[in-house]
């Protein structure tokens, strides 16, 4: 390989056994690198001693290892050599010590060697590193599963917090500290969030709720760190950025730990809930917002002067912080069933952001100065000050519009209506129909069966709108709307979208849609 010179050999499989050793991320190892293995599973090991002892397989494909020698390796080389080859036959010799090789891959084909009695008498392939630096062996492994069996998306951010810490790109360095402030929160004992984040792929622990990748956004997201274009030029300045990821790491991840154990001490009975006691708290959006907040936090006291993240200790700042954190800390105390539940059920990435939302309000709510970018917005996007009202609209406006809809088709074209609207409205309408009375026996009218989003079809269908529906349905505020037909009937497309929404737990109606529910309302209905 190009620079890194291995070996290639043949060896039986209880010989490697002696000297070889696997690592994986736990908390029990954490300090020991490298650890970017995957955990050995007894399902695999199970079905490979299988393979081997009942079925008599073999695998052609070379374990990896990285021979781990304080001196340089015996080798000696053969008085036979194949002319120009670029590899020199010979004898390497193997350290005599335990944990002397470390496997990067194949951890399972070698382990399923012990305790098989083919384990003296088959030989494995076997590629070879001399004190491979750890850099390369996480990459090697990354490489090598690529075409294999994927790593997992957690696995990868455990690497690349590694990997990436020296990277030349700056932004990958960012990247890499976020990760490492993830994974410390999750494995520092005295982290809150100790044994309750979900790093590599230790599946042992269920109370692990949070996730790196949630964590790693959430910091990302504001400006607690600096940002860089794929130019490594810097479009951002990070308040806590040092310049410097192992200072930096030291400053962010202590102010973030030492906020966090004041929320936990307020708190403990909500911190210690989690995911399976109907917690907000420690769980992904909990603790995504949570951070988002301590950054909102961090730039009001900047802006107030009474903290410097590049000059003030984590204990400073985490204690400047407990006036802004104590709001929230309240609103979690006092919150009812239905936030709890919107919180909770507020998913995907909307869902840290959401919670982060209502962390925001409740500061806002008793510190005059805090004063966060967009939460005036979001709140009368999201809130749900607007539901009742709108739902009572639209069913009045579904109403007026069919009424409408039914007397003009009527008056145009009398009882041949029906064959002025489109096929697949009927089709459905009728469907409907007959499928009610089939469940109840009750005869209903063929308009009780039509759509909103039905009767856009029949009004934009064929002649109908520059004949008969276009000056009504047209809005007042939209007789300039470019578009044609389809762009002036999107209020038709909105109710029915608002009406299927609806039916959710988390549904809100945005204030720019109540404005537009009330001039259609006004129109058709007032």
């Not at 890499?176 to 100790?194: C, F, H, M, V």
């Not at 307020?266 to 959006?285: H, Q, Y």
């Not at 952001?353 to 979001?378: N, V």
């Not at 409408?404 to 008056?411: F, P, Q």
């Amino acid at each position: 390989m190009p620079d890194i010179g291995y070996y290639s050999f043949s060896i039986e499989p209880e010989k490697l056994l002696k000297i070889g050793y696997v690592l994986h991320r736990s908390e029990a190892n954490s300090s020991m690198m490298p650890t970017y293995q995957r955990l050995i599973k007894k399902s695999r090991l199970t079905a490979v001693r299988k393979f081997i002892n009942e079925e008599h397989g073999y695998f052609p494909n070379s374990i990896i290892i990285s021979i781990d020698s304080k001196k340089p390796l015996q080798f000696d080389r053969s008085e036979k050599q194949v002319p120009n080859a670029v590899a020199d036959l010979g004898i390497l010799h193997l350290p005599q010590q335990y944990r002397s090789a470390f496997i990067i891959d194949g951890q399972h084909r070698l382990y399923g060697y012990s305790d098989s009695p083919y384990a003296m008498t088959n030989s494995i392939p076997v590629v070879a590193f001399e004190n491979l630096d750890q850099t390369e062996q996480v990459r090697l492994f990354m490489d090598i599963n690529e075409n294999q069996k994927s790593v997992s998306k957690k696995l990868r951010n455990v690497l690349n917090a590694d990997m990436l810490w020296d990277s030349p790109k700056e932004a990958e360095r960012r990247d890499a500290l976020r990760l490492k402030i993830a994974q410390d929160l999750g494995e520092k004992n005295t982290s809150p969030l100790y044994g309750r984040i979900d790093i590599g792929e230790d599946q042992s622990t269920p109370i692990k709720c949070v996730t790196i990748e949630c964590i790693r956004i959430a910091i990302n997201v504001g400006n607690f760190l600096s940002k860089y274009d794929r130019k490594n030029v810097l479009t951002q300045s990070g308040i806590f950025d040092t310049n410097d990821n192992d200072a930096t790491l030291n400053l962010l991840y202590s102010f973030i730990e030492r906020c966090m154990i004041y929320v936990k001490d307020s708190v403990p009975d909500e911190w210690d809930k989690g995911s399976a006691n109907n917690g907000i708290l420690t769980i992904n959006n909990g603790i995504g917002g949570l951070i988002r907040t301590l950054n909102d936090i961090a730039n009001c006291l900047m802006e107030r002067g009474e903290i410097n993240p590049l000059k003030d200790t984590p204990d400073h700042m985490a204690k400047a912080a407990e006036y802004y954190l104590d709001p929230v800390c309240r609103f979690i105390k006092t919150m009812n069933d239905e936030v709890r539940s919107d919180i909770r059920k507020t998913y995907g990435g909307n869902g840290p952001m959401h919670c982060w939302r209502y962390f925001q309000r409740a500061i806002a709510s008793e510190r005059s100065e805090f004063k966060p970018d967009g939460l005036t917005k979001y709140w009368e996007d999201h809130g749900k000050e607007f539901n009742n009202e709108s739902i009572d609209m639209m069913r009045k406006i579904e109403s007026a519009v069919k009424k409408y809809v039914r007397e003009k088709l009527e008056d145009q074209y009398g009882g041949k209506w029906i064959n002025e609207i489109p096929q697949a409205v009927y089709t459905a309408a009728s469907k409907d129909a007959s499928k009610h009375r089939y469940e109840t026996g009750e005869d209903k009218d063929f308009w009780d069966f039509v759509t909103i989003i039905g009767c856009k079809d029949i009004v934009v269908f064929g002649k109908n709108w520059s004949e008969i529906f276009e000056k009504k349905f047209t809005l007042p505020s939209e007789l300039k709307k470019t578009g044609g037909k389809q762009a002036k009937v999107e209020w038709m497309v909105l109710i029915d979208k608002l009406q299927r929404r609806a039916i959710k737990s988390n549904f809100t109606v945005a204030k720019t849609e109540y404005q537009t529910l009330g001039e259609v309302y006004q129109h058709f209905v007032e």
